[in-house]
């Protein structure tokens, strides 16, 4: 079946510093790519997405990758801020737009 | 500022009850997503409609979940009997599929703690 594999499970930065969180997928056919960060006690809020006819799209600080021929994509957050810390997820949809999630990166930016 | 509405936010049951969660989505959204979370881990699809009709719920335990869609404002997961086991947050997301594909936004989910 679909699956979504993510890493790293954990991530510390200098406030600062770059993160990179990084994401496969496994259905050729998806065509979609949200990225979520959730915070403590809160719902999953998308904060970037890309479309498969897309390899980078950027949005201040953040910015996201997709390599359709790897099945890879990647979420890229620089300058970090204490406010970044959270978890954050990657999800692929694919055939009848079924949105499957990753297993989450929880991100510590340390002031 | 339109919003997917979840109740209730929290619920504690004895096992073996019945436990029944509902969502209303975002007035206009086709699509309806549930998902299991347990201790800030991944979310684990359980099921999911389009225009009220199922689409996939493989994920979801027949025996003792379901999930249905009476109307377009309303998405009900329903867990009988329950069991320890099924204490999660519960999550309903809602979507409209635009462009051939489908941005879902998350209600503030249901806090399940089956003692």
């Known amino acids: 079946g679909e699956n979504v594999e993510q890493h790293p499970s954990t991530l510390s930065v200098q406030e600062g510093d770059s993160a990179v969180i990084k994401c496969t997928y496994s259905?050729?056919?998806?065509?979609?790519f949200p990225w979520y960060k959730q915070e403590l006690g809160k719902r999953p809020q998308l904060i970037i997405d890309i479309r498969s006819n897309v390899g980078e799209k950027k949005d201040q600080r953040i910015a996201v990758t997709l390599n359709k021929t790897a099945k890879h994509f990647s979420l890229h957050i620089t300058e970090t801020q204490p406010e970044d810390s959270a978890v954050y997820f990657c999800?692929?949809?694919?055939?009848?737009?079924?949105?499957?999630f990753g297993a989450g990166t929880r991100l510590a930016v340390h002031p | 500022d339109a919003r997917v509405t979840q109740t209730p936010r929290h619920k504690v049951t004895e096992m073996g009850q019945e436990v029944t969660m509902r969502c209303q989505p975002i007035l206009g959204h086709n699509t309806v997503f549930w998902y299991r979370q347990t201790m800030m881990q991944g979310l684990e699809l359980l099921a999911y409609?389009?225009?009220?009709?199922?689409?996939?719920d493989s994920g979801m335990p027949k025996d003792r979940f379901s999930a249905e869609m009476p109307d377009a404002t309303l998405a009900t997961l329903k867990i009988q009997p329950s069991e320890p086991r099924d204490s999660a947050v519960y999550f309903c997301?809602?979507?409209?599929?635009?462009?051939?594909?489908?941005?879902?936004?998350f209600g503030q989910g249901t806090r399940l703690t089956v003692v």
């Open positions: 999800a692929a949809s694919g055939g009848y737009n079924k949105l499957i």
């Open positions: 997301a809602s979507g409209l599929v635009r462009g051939g594909v489908t941005e879902a936004f």
């Open positions: 409609f389009r225009n009220r009709a199922p689409l996939d």
């Open positions: 259905d050729s056919a998806s065509n979609y």
